[in-house]
């Protein structure tokens, strides 16, 4: 240790430059070169209740519509698809084809319930500008994401139990035409005008099974219906409902201005700083391992195992001639 501050001393100059004042400038330009800023802005989200209760896919009960908005949308910003859209929203904002992937890649969208029914939108961006058109077109992006996907559903939905319509109506009218077919080969006998097995049960088995037949495909058939009617009228006031909102109650706004920004740039500085310290550090302990001089008696006795004698003094200047 007392060697490597030897060193250190003996090279003052060196270390300060290196241990000191390098550190403190390239941390100061990276703080003006790369600064940071965040921009948030504050969405509302309505209760479904204000819909006559219908909810959008995936909501659940038991949680805020704050928070179903907030589980929805951060879904969303994970896929592909979203990234895209951005993308081609930036570029009557952000010309440049390099930098605009650069916004979008390092935008760090977050999206948090701050209360029942707030939300809060935020983004990271090195130019103050950039961060608000960035959380606008954001937010844009995710609504009309959320409306496509909503209407998707709805229309998946009605086509899934369209063809299931069709075949029970289908079924239905095979079960009507067998049991017509069975009272026209059997004149005189008794059925009910709504098809009631119960009528004829005991009289005949046969007839009360197709009358059977007939009223269950009927049952099926009015089910289906109800079904139709109740997830289109669902899906129309889900997607009116996420079309209303989130609404945007505060605009997108710089939370902290000036060199430093939101003072993530002075963790990037200080990184910095630390890492050419550490290389200082580093080239301390290269010289200190590639310095072989001996300055100590002890040093010459360890290093040749013979005891020192005796020692010369350093000449002075005026000895020396």
């Known amino acids: 240790m007392v060697k490597y501050i030897e060193i250190l001393f003996r090279f003052k100059f060196r270390f300060a430059f ?110 103050q500008p950039v961060c608000i058109v960035l959380v606008n077109r954001s937010v844009e992006a995710l609504r009309d994401e959320q409306i496509q996907m909503e209407k998707n559903n709805a229309t998946a939905g009605v086509a899934f139990l369209t063809t299931q319509m069709q075949q029970a109506k289908t079924t239905q009218t095979g079960a009507e035409d067998a049991l017509r077919r069975y009272i026209s080969g059997h004149p005189g006998i008794k059925v009910d005008v709504n098809g009631d097995p119960n009528t004829s049960a005991a009289s005949d088995p046969e007839l009360a099974r197709l009358a059977a037949d007939v009223q269950t495909a009927r049952s099926t058939v009015t089910n289906l219906q109800e079904q139709i009617n109740r997830n289109t009228n669902i899906a129309s006031a889900s997607t009116a409902l996420i079309q209303a909102g989130p609404r945007m109650v505060d605009p997108p706004m710089i939370q902290k201005g000036g060199l430093t920004g939101d003072g993530s740039g002075l963790r990037k500085a200080a990184m910095t700083a630390g890492a050419v310290l550490a290389l200082g550090a580093c080239y301390l302990f290269l010289l200190g391992w590639l310095d072989k001089t001996l300055r100590d008696p002890r040093d010459i006795e360890r290093r040749f195992k013979l005891p020192v004698v005796t020692t010369i003094p350093e000449l002075q200047p005026s000895e020396r001639f």
């Open 18 to 127: 290196l241990l000191v004042l390098l550190p403190a400038v390239v941390g100061g330009i990276t703080v003006l070169l790369f600064p940071s800023y965040r921009a948030s802005a504050q969405l509302w989200v309505d209760d479904p209740a204000y819909f006559g209760g219908a909810t959008p896919t995936g909501w659940s009960q038991y949680m805020t519509a704050a928070q179903n908005e907030q589980d929805s949308l951060l879904q969303l910003l994970s896929t592909r698809s979203f990234n895209e859209d951005l993308y081609r929203r930036l570029a009557t904002d952000i010309p440049d084809p390099a930098a605009r992937a650069a916004a979008v890649s390092g935008s760090k969208l977050t999206i948090f319930a701050t209360g029942t029914h707030l939300l809060s939108v935020s983004a990271t961006c090195v130019k």
